[in-house]
């Protein structure tokens, strides 16, 4: 920006934010016809505008933003392969980095600023994913399923399952197992 221009906002997209999903499910469920599930919509409403203006990198100021060479993006990609690959018992992030030949900070900075969510909420996200594809097509029990993706305790399953999609593991297994919508 040249001296004495007026400051352009610039917007990057980023990839869709795990914590955006839920609230837009809040937002067209219910019964639109009730005045308490408008109030509740506009609370969801502000909590998704926060959740996304929140996350959007371009609003954070240009010197908090790490320099990422075409390398470091490489790498950071590699290290989200090897996430994907192993996420229920991921690697230590500092061998990562290490393997990487890039440090733990900036292994973890980069890694959000490139990819719009933390490794461990990465993680947490490739988890639940596919203990729903599971939940949807196998006859595994939830406490099975939760242990398969890396839950050693199945009530942080369900509260985790709960969060990211807005409706309980038991729901999905019961839906589909009835033979009606899945979720």
């Known amino acids: ?13 980023s990839p869709h934010i795990g914590a955006t999903i ?12 009730d005045p308490l599930h408008w109030l509740y919509a506009c609370a ?25 060479t075409a390398r470091d993006r490489r790498q950071l990609h590699a290290i989200r392969d090897a996430l994907a690959a192993e996420f ?9 980095a290490r393997r990487a030949g890039m440090n733990y900070s900036k292994l973890c900075s980069g890694f959000r600023q490139l990819f719009g969510e933390t490794t461990a909420e990465f993680v947490r996200r490739q988890r639940l994913e596919f203990a729903h594809r599971l939940l949807r097509s196998s006859d595994l029990q939830v406490q099975q399923i939760a242990r398969r993706v890396g839950y050693a305790h199945h009530g942080s399953f369900t509260e985790a399952f709960t969060r990211q999609f807005g409706y309980s593991p038991k729901r999905v297994a019961r839906d ?8």
């Open 176 to 183: 589909t197992s009835a033979g009606g919508g899945r979720p």
């Open 44 to 68: 969801k409403a502000n909590e998704l505008l926060y959740v996304t203006l929140s996350n959007l990198a371009a609003l954070a100021p240009a010197g908090g933003r790490l320099k990422l």
């Open 88 to 96: 229920v018992t991921p690697p230590l992030l500092s061998d990562l």
């Open 22 to 33: 839920p609230l837009l499910r809040d937002l067209t469920r219910g019964n639109c016809d």
């Open 1 to 13: 920006v040249e001296e004495g221009a007026p400051a352009v906002p610039r917007y990057r997209s």
